[in-house]
């Protein structure tokens, strides 16, 4: 009896003690589930927050990045703007607004969000990106890739702030054209930005920095401690990687997106490193290199679907029966929208349901992939192989034609092809 009433008097107090916590300790608290990727758990720390405090925007700020790390733009919108009314001085509020908005398909409010986010601070991350998945959507990809590139070309690299500024306008660059599909130009620039990067030496407590690109050439030097060259080499290899892995050059896109991995161990180099790998046909390296990518970023939709679908080639069968409504759950944030620059997430999807023979929804899919993307040979590879598997064969030379034309490297593509 005694010692049941003394476990209640714990239970009693620790209940009290948590009641008891300030606001800025649930705030704290829900920071280190969101960095683990527990965003449940983070909401309800950051909901309590605000709710404690009612006054601080951080805290609505920070419920609205739960909110949206679960795909609930709409809740994460509402929570944003509450952040912006109490503080509208803060570039990330409004980067983060047009993140959600964007994720509910309103480009044009998201649009004035991210404009506004760099008005306050021009070297907002995220805010260029945003800007220009926007741009590819509404079909004015040109017009933003031409400021961008006048930005950078009249920046004058003196400092971080300005360095930060060339490599964020370059980086959305190369984002535009790996949606147009122009991976030669993304190669191309690419190079030439890890090669200035590569220049850059150490003279005693100072950087000495090779700024190149394709517009001007510029040497300055600025105190080392003030520069990390890691994620931006590292989102330079991930770009070339992505882009030899649209040609279909598998060697080349590993030997970079190994680069990208080794200088940011948990960005996103174990996605494309787990999309490469399941092309080439190694899929069980393809299942611990999306596993690894999902530990560090759980809200990712297009990780999800292939880490599904590697099981399953890999032979996990039960294992990706189990993943397979998760994956389809995660999939509902970008089938809502239908939104162009989403196409790399519909073609995941196209390639699941192809693995599990739901042949129709596969192909209106793809079809959906190459509408907006028609230099994806990896769609015109599948529907192809679809095609033939059910007896078209004019159709699937037609599809088989633009792939090998696409991926010439692409050994499946040649065998189908002889197949016929």
């Known amino acids: 009896m005694l010692r049941s009433l003394l476990a209640l008097?714990?239970?009693?107090?620790?209940?009290?003690?948590?009641?008891n916590k300030s606001a800025q300790e649930h705030n704290t608290e829900g920071l280190h589930h969101l960095q683990n990727g527990r965003y449940l758990k983070a909401e309800t720390e950051f909901a309590a927050a605000a709710k404690l405090d009612s006054n601080s925007a951080e805290f609505k700020n920070n419920l609205g990045v739960a909110y949206l790390r679960q795909g609930r733009y709409g809740d994460a919108a509402n929570?944003?703007?509450?952040?912006?009314?109490?503080d509208d001085t803060k570039a990330l509020y409004f980067k983060n607004l047009g993140d959600a908005l964007l994720g509910q398909g309103q480009l044009d409010s998201a649009l004035s969000q991210y404009q506004r986010a760099l008005s306050i601070n021009p070297v907002e991350v995220g805010a260029h990106r945003g800007i220009i998945l926007i741009a590819f959507d509404t079909g004015t990809t040109d017009r933003y890739i031409k400021e961008f590139d006048d930005a950078a070309q009249s920046?004058?690299?003196?400092?971080?702030?300005?360095?930060?500024?060339?490599?964020?306008?370059?980086?959305?660059?190369?984002?535009?054209?790996?949606?147009?599909?122009?991976?030669?130009?993304?190669?191309?620039?690419?190079?030439?930005?890890?090669?200035?990067?590569?220049?850059?030496?150490?003279?005693?407590?100072?950087?000495v920095i090779p700024i190149v690109t394709p517009f001007f050439y510029w040497m300055h030097t600025i105190p080392k401690t003030r520069m990390n060259f890691d994620g931006i080499t590292a989102s330079l290899y991930n770009f070339r990687g992505r882009a030899y892995l649209?040609?279909?050059?598998?060697?080349?896109?590993?030997?970079?997106?190994?680069?990208?991995?080794?200088?940011?161990?948990?960005?996103?180099?174990?996605l494309y490193l787990g999309i490469v790998y399941l092309r080439a046909g190694n899929s069980h390296e393809?299942?611990?290199?999306?596993?690894?990518?999902?530990?560090?970023?759980?809200d990712s939709s297009i990780a999800r679907l292939y880490y599904v679908a590697a099981l399953k080639v890999d032979g996990d069968l039960k294992a990706a029966e189990e993943q397979l409504t998760e994956a389809h759950k995660s999939a509902e944030r970008f089938e809502k929208t239908e939104l162009k620059h989403?196409?790399?997430s519909f073609e995941a999807l196209a390639y699941v349901n192809q693995l599990w023979g739901r042949r129709d929804a596969a192909i209106k899919m793809?079809?959906?992939?190459?509408?907006?993307?028609?230099?994806?040979?990896?769609?015109?590879?599948?529907?192809?192989?679809?095609?033939?598997?059910?007896?078209?064969?004019?159709?699937?030379?037609?599809?088989l034609s633009r792939a090998a034309g696409l991926l010439p490297a692409d050994q499946r593509t040649k065998e189908l092809l002889r197949g016929l």
């Open 9 to 19: 008097l714990v239970i009693l107090t620790l209940a009290s003690c948590a009641s």
């Open 79 to 86: 929570q944003l703007q509450e952040a912006i009314k109490l």
């Open 155 to 207: 920046a004058k690299p003196d400092d971080a702030r300005s360095i930060d500024l060339i490599y964020l306008t370059e980086q959305a660059i190369l984002q535009g054209y790996i949606l147009q599909g122009k991976y030669e130009e993304v190669i191309s620039r690419a190079t030439v930005d890890i090669d200035a990067i590569r220049g850059v030496k150490t003279e005693n407590d100072r950087y």
């Open 246 to 270: 649209g040609k279909g050059m598998l060697n080349d896109a590993i030997s970079d997106l190994k680069h990208s991995n080794k200088n940011v161990p948990n960005g996103f180099g174990n």
């Open 286 to 298: 393809a299942v611990y290199r999306l596993r690894k990518f999902l530990d560090a970023h759980p």
């Open 342 to 344: 989403e196409y790399e």
């Open 366 to 399: 793809y079809k959906r992939v190459l509408r907006a993307c028609p230099s994806c040979g990896w769609s015109d590879r599948n529907l192809g192989e679809i095609y033939l598997g059910l007896g078209d064969k004019a159709t699937a030379r037609y599809y």
